[in-house]
């Protein structure tokens, strides 16, 4: 199994709705990374996990709101949003560490926000 | 610190002409370097990466990269450009504890019937 699952597929939320986003992978990585991207521009890094502990996170807003609660599972959740957040969400995984410097990442397919 | 540049945002070719795609990569040190594909609203895909083995890297779909040191480039090409390879393409460098990875602004592809 080489997936990235994300769900929902689709997502649309009013600005005072509080929703999550959900990643899963089975490939025993133990990096996990959150994405937002716009359009006609690469992915921008939001957070980084790293064996369970937030080890990055680029200061976003605290209307995201991570949380890894096992090696295999990735949230994003979503409060009081914006429309300027509409976006991409975009997950990803990768063997993290010493000897594994040359490993990809690999993303899943990724939510499309829409903010009303 | 680790950064890439892709040298043209837009590409247009003929279908069944050659594909050049140019990136130019900053590094302190020996990098992994790797090319995505993004089709509309779909997630990236790995097309290839270079890891400090063969300096020619072969991909899928027909896909190649040549990793240049003295150049400090790693450009993406193919031999023959077919309609379904029209989608935005990124250059991406990895740092040393590969838990990071730095994304080229992409490069667009177009693929004239």
């Known amino acids: 199994d080489t997936e990235v699952t994300q769900t929902p597929k689709h997502l649309v939320m009013g600005m005072t709705n509080k929703k999550s986003l959900k990643c899963e992978q089975h490939m025993g990585h133990r990096a996990m990374y959150w994405y937002k991207q716009k359009a006609k521009k690469p992915p921008e890094l939001m957070f980084v996990y790293s064996y369970e502990k937030l080890s990055i996170n680029e200061s976003v807003p605290s209307r995201f709101s991570p949380e890894c609660p096992n090696s295999s599972l990735l949230n994003l959740h979503l409060h009081a949003l914006q429309p300027e957040d509409s976006a991409l969400y975009l997950c990803a995984s990768s063997r993290p560490g010493t000897g594994y410097w040359d490993t990809e990442a690999f993303f899943g397919q990724g939510t499309r926000l829409t903010v009303v | 610190a680790q950064s890439v540049t892709q040298l043209d945002s837009h590409v247009s070719v003929s279908e069944g002409t050659p594909v050049l795609l140019r990136c130019n990569y900053s590094s302190s040190y020996s990098p992994s370097l790797f090319w995505y594909v993004q089709h509309p609203n779909k997630g990236l895909q790995l097309l290839l990466k270079?890891?400090?083995?063969?300096?020619l890297v072969k991909g899928i779909n027909g896909f190649e990269a040549e990793f240049k040191k003295s150049e400090t480039s790693f450009h993406l090409t193919k031999p023959s450009a077919h309609m379904s390879d029209a989608a935005e393409y990124f250059c991406?460098?990895?740092?040393?504890?590969?838990?990071?990875?730095?994304f080229g602004t992409g490069t667009s592809l177009t693929v004239i019937p």
């Open positions: 270079y890891t400090s083995a063969a300096t």
């Open positions: 991406v460098v990895s740092d040393w504890t590969g838990n990071q990875f730095y």
